[in-house]
């Protein structure tokens, strides 16, 4: 969580220095206003755990990427992983610290084989909140259905910051209890809360 705190407060920290020319920050000089910074774009990438993506498919499920997202199938010393990429398309960070990332597209989970053949579940439109530190997501296109899809931990992540963006990577992604119980109802599997999922990546544009 401190981690998180450290990030929205340094991309809140460098927006504010980056606005005093222009005027924008508060004219006071003894209390002087919270910077805060609207989110101009970048882009989120989540890697599978070395595993996750044949015991899909062996369950009988494909995850595909929902427009504007991507895949990439990485293959390595006989190693199948998935690299979805998300786009950031908007979002506020502010010194409190807090801040949430919004994002487009999405996963749609597809059953072709045995009990999961037939059925689908789709989560998208995620969103980071950096104060609770989970990814969320609409459930099968459902703005009121939104659930913690991710928790997430930057305990060993890398954070860089340039003059116009903070970018974390090798951020650690388990899957929650009720992702885990969506996708068990939806195709019969056993997964377990608090599953590796895999890592993130991220590059907030301000």
């Known amino acids: 969580m401190r981690a998180f705190r450290i990030m929205a407060s340094a991309t809140a920290a ?5 606005l005093v020319p222009a005027g924008i920050a508060s004219a006071s000089t003894t209390h002087p206003a919270a910077p805060s910074v609207h989110l101009r774009g970048g882009l989120t990438r989540v890697t599978t755990a070395p595993g996750i993506a ?7 499920i494909v995850p595909v990427p929902t427009w504007p997202a991507r895949e990439g ?25 807090s801040g949430y990332v919004t994002h487009a597209g999405g996963i749609l989970f597809i059953g072709f084989s045995g009990k999961a053949a037939g ?54 992604l388990t899957l929650t209890k009720t992702a ?20 993130a990546s991220t590059t907030l544009r301000f």
Do not use: C, M, Q, W
């Not at 460098?14 to 980056?18: K, P, Q, V, Y």
């Not at 998935?82 to 786009?87: D, G, I, R």
């Not at 789709?122 to 990814?135: C, P, Q, V, Y």
């Open 180 to 199: 885990a119980g969506a996708l068990n109802a939806t195709f019969g599997t056993k997964l377990p809360a608090g599953l590796g999922f895999g890592t």
């Open 119 to 172: 059925k689908s579940l789709k989560l998208s439109r995620f969103t980071i909140n950096l104060s609770k530190g989970d990814l969320t997501g609409i459930v099968n296109g459902n703005p009121k259905v939104r659930v913690p899809v991710f928790n997430l931990s930057l305990a060993h992540a890398k954070l860089k910051v340039g003059k116009h963006f903070v970018r974390a990577t090798s951020i650690a």
């Open 73 to 97: 199938i990485n293959y390595h010393a006989g190693v199948v992983t998935s690299t979805f990429s998300f786009p950031v398309t908007g979002g506020r960070v502010t010194l409190k610290p």
């Open 54 to 60: 044949p015991a899909l498919l062996e369950s009988g």
């Open 14 to 18: 460098i927006a504010g220095l980056l």
